[in-house]
């Protein structure tokens, strides 16, 4: 059972950057995969990013490279999305969350999900 705590999440402008963190809880937390992902007012929930449970591996939504950085720190537990370059369209609600696999994009691969946290970036 892992648990997932998102934060870091706020109000910002075009432009600016934000980092939000992830804390899990568990002690099996660097056997997982950790994704991030997104969902937006009446939009489905999207793949931002995603890293293999060792941090060799990240794979990224088109929209988001060049801007986005997945990273991860076994040893506190925590997964990092660094959001830099905000754009308005980047506003919706970010999860966070674990998978079995070895790494996956698909929503529906992920075994564990944290509540949220939100993400509004004005123009």
């Known amino acids: 059972q892992v648990q997932l705590v998102e934060s870091g999440g706020g109000l910002v402008q075009g432009g600016d950057s934000l980092r939000l963190s992830c804390a899990a809880s568990g002690r099996t937390f660097s056997s997982y995969a950790m994704g991030w992902f997104r969902q937006a007012p009446g939009k489905e929930r999207e793949f931002v990013a995603a890293i293999k449970w060792s941090g060799g591996s990240t794979y990224y939504t088109d929209s988001v490279k060049g801007r986005f950085t997945i990273s991860r720190d076994n040893a506190k537990n925590t997964v990092y999305l660094q959001m830099n370059s905000l754009k308005p369209e980047d506003t919706a609600v970010y999860y966070c969350?674990?998978?079995?696999?070895?790494?996956?994009?698909?929503?529906?691969?992920?075994?564990?999900w944290g509540q949220g946290t939100q993400v509004t970036v004005s123009s």
């Open positions: 969350a674990a998978s079995m696999l070895w790494i996956t994009i698909k929503v529906f691969e992920y075994n564990y």
